[in-house]
């Protein structure tokens, strides 16, 4: 029997703001409960700011009991010491949630704005403006991280819809965009 009410919280990890977005989906209707970010700057130590990300991931599995964790993946960039700290923040808080019991999955930047709008290189302003009309969410978050943590669990919603509620498969975007006008920007 397909699951039909489960909370799914999205992380965008950051060591400077981590950016998070839980997803409420009852019986296909989808409803963001949360969003916001983690503000970390005014910490000096990078093993503090883990510290915090920890405590505060935790914070949040148990102030909204989600039932799995969508985790953006660090991106490969130039900047070798930048990939290592953000790496740390998405170990920190996978470490969180597997202390917590919950189902982790991972997706790349470009998966998530690909399953968001539809192009694998869009923006953080286009992926708020998809999330915006699909969810009737209001532009007004100052830091596209908490979006970017909405898109990784509206990303994971996506890949896991045919499979969660016994959906309609896709053969290609053509078909997929016919169902559903409103994806396409």
Aim: some cysteine; overall charge positive.
């Amino acid at each position: 029997m397909p699951v039909t009410d489960r909370i799914i919280l999205g992380i965008d990890p950051g060591t400077i703001v981590m950016g998070y977005g839980l997803l409420h989906i009852k019986n296909n209707v989808l409803s963001p409960i949360g969003i916001g970010v983690i503000k970390l700057d005014k910490y000096d130590d990078h093993a503090i700011r883990l510290k915090k990300i920890f405590e505060r991931t935790v914070g949040i599995i148990e102030e909204f009991k989600p039932d799995e964790l969508a985790i953006e993946a660090p991106f490969f960039g130039k900047n070798v010491q930048s990939m290592l700290k953000l790496g740390r923040a998405q170990g920190v808080a996978i470490a969180a949630a597997l202390s917590k019991n919950l189902p982790i999955t991972e997706y790349s930047p470009k998966k998530i704005k690909m399953s968001i709008t539809g192009n694998g290189n869009a923006s953080k302003e286009q992926v708020a403006a998809m999330l915006s009309q699909i969810l009737g969410l209001k532009n007004e978050h100052e830091y596209f991280d908490a979006t970017d943590a909405l898109g990784a669990a509206l990303c994971h919603y996506y890949q896991n819809k045919n499979v969660a509620a016994g959906g309609k498969s896709y053969t290609g975007w053509k078909a997929f965009l016919t169902d559903n006008p409103k994806r396409k920007l």
